[in-house]
């Protein structure tokens, strides 16, 4: 497979420190590669922000990022803090970040 998105789901920080830690593996190994934020994950961008968070800011930089759900960031009451980021706020599902249209093209789902 030679598209992937990690849909990050958790708001374990070790958890997607893991899919940061695939993502950037793959993307190394010559793999298309996204990154989403959604659910309770949403609440580790501030955290990554914060801390500068090497794995994130590698990831930010290389454009791995695809973006944050809107809606779970205005739920979990940090659409200020994602907003600031720069990073693209999706809400192409009722609200939500989906994952259809990297479905449809071609990209295997690996949702944690």
């Not at 801390?51 to 994130?56: A, D, G, R, S, T």
């Amino acid at each position: 497979m030679d598209k992937i998105l990690f849909y990050g789901m958790t708001g374990e920080k070790m958890c997607f420190q893991h899919i940061l830690l695939n993502a950037l593996d793959f993307h190394e190994a010559g793999k298309e590669v996204k990154i989403i934020f959604e659910g309770a994950s949403v609440k580790l961008v501030p955290l990554f922000e914060e801390e500068k968070n090497p794995l994130y800011l590698k990831s930010k930089e290389l454009g791995l990022i695809a973006g944050i759900c809107l809606a779970c960031s205005k739920v979990m009451e940090v659409y200020g803090q994602n907003l600031a980021t720069g990073i693209l706020m999706l809400d192409d599902m009722k609200g939500h970040a989906g994952m259809k249209d990297y479905v449809d093209k071609g990209y295997m789902v690996v949702s944690m």
